[in-house]
């Protein structure tokens, strides 16, 4: 197995009730990674709080069964905008958070501005560079759409590149020969856990 | 069976990641209610924060299957205060209501000051005097402790006594001498449910 293969591949989350976006990428620092999924829950605004939040948690619950992430990255909620929209973002990043720790995957959170710098070198990016950068770094043929998917995508896409102690655990890993697998994941530095 | 022995069983949370303090209380409108059990689940704040979460999601879900509430009773939160803070206790109040939702008991959302003005008569009362009311309307001999253990009493008994709709319904069913069951808590209307 040669070192071009090794990836990390990362479920990203940009947390929402009404629409969460997720979207799976694979790939390593320096490096175009590879978009393997990419979606959106969307919950009715007519539920109660406790049944969308079930909702949210079941759906990525079923997003990790299925791609076997080995992160997931999600973004810092902040409370600066409307209060009751934070409050059920902040809830929603939570239960996606606990479906991570009952699937014993690492989760690390990213701030708004660390994604937008990371994928297009400046931290005030607005919605639409955000998409197109994520279109070309992805070599994508359409933009994904809503913006919320685009945003999992470039959360993902910020966590790859921003994981270079682990990759080179894996990667020397796996140049050297080692036939056994690598560490867990959560037993490695958490370089970007930002967990209070 | 007599209607004396109608009550609803409610399971208060006072979220929180550092101290989650639960009370569990049975009793009907206008009657003193019994305590059943009451605690603080606490989470270390060096563990991640899913790890947290997990810890307060496990927590309640065996708390619901040990007591077997007919509705949980959570504190709605406000983000008024430290930022940091009331991420981490809206998210902990959302496993809550998630593991209330996987177990199909429905979820009240009450203000600080709907519990204080239901336990004590004004929505001003101070933690001191909301736990001495605590203690003297469930006549334990001694103050519950932390104030988070309290709190969640008081949680639930606001509940208990604001639940005359779903109670009249309870005994109306046994008074009539109905032989099945009432029908399940969720279908029945939601008076507090605040879920927004």
Redesign the interface.
């Known amino acids: 197995m040669g070192v071009a293969m090794v990836g990390l591949r990362v479920l990203g989350i940009d947390p929402g009730l009404t629409r969460c976006g997720w979207g799976v990428v694979e790939g390593r620092p320096g490096a175009r990674p590879t978009a393997l999924g990419v979606g959106v829950v969307r919950t009715s605004?007519d539920l109660?709080?406790?049944?969308r939040?079930?909702e949210v948690?079941t759906a990525v619950t079923a997003l990790l069964r299925e791609h076997r992430p080995a992160a997931v990255a999600i973004e810092r909620?902040?409370?600066q905008n409307n209060?009751?929209t934070?409050?059920?973002t902040?809830?929603?990043?939570?239960?996606a958070?606990?479906a991570?720790?009952?699937a014993d995957v690492?989760?690390a959170?990213h701030t708004p501005s660390e994604v937008k710098a990371a994928i297009s070198g400046s931290g005030r990016a607005d919605k639409e560079q955000v998409t197109l950068m994520v279109t070309r770094v992805l070599g994508l043929t359409t933009p994904p759409k809503p913006a919320d998917a685009a945003d999992a995508l470039a959360l993902a896409i910020c966590h790859v590149w921003r994981a270079p102690a682990q990759q080179r655990l894996r990667v020397a890993a796996l140049a050297g020969g080692i036939g056994a697998p690598v560490p867990a994941a959560r037993t490695l530095p958490?370089w970007t856990?930002i967990?209070?």
């Open positions: 605004p109660d709080l406790e049944l939040l079930l948690h909620v902040f409370h209060k009751g934070a409050t059920g902040a809830q929603a990043a939570g239960v958070a606990l991570a720790a009952q690492p989760v959170w958490r856990g967990s209070r």
